[in-house]
């Protein structure tokens, strides 16, 4: 499918508003994918440095 300028690319018919819409949920759904690991690694070795600090100090 050819487009004649990149409106009508942006436009894609009538389904332009779907189909950027879905492109944008699943670039969001694998954003959160890749981030809700590396934040719940980073909270559980804040957690483990608290628990050591608060160990060595007893």
């Known amino acids: ?3 004649d300028s990149f409106s009508d690319f ?4 009538t389904h332009g508003l ?3 819409t879905a492109y944008g949920i699943c670039l969001a759904v ?6 809700s690991p590396l ?3 980073r909270r559980y070795l804040q957690q483990e440095a608290r628990r050591l600090r608060r160990e060595s100090n007893t």
């Open 30 to 35: 694998l954003a959160i994918n890749v981030a």
């Open 39 to 41: 934040l719940a690694r």
């Open 10 to 13: 942006l436009a894609m018919g």
């Open 18 to 20: 779907y189909v950027w």
């Open 1 to 3: 499918m050819s487009f």
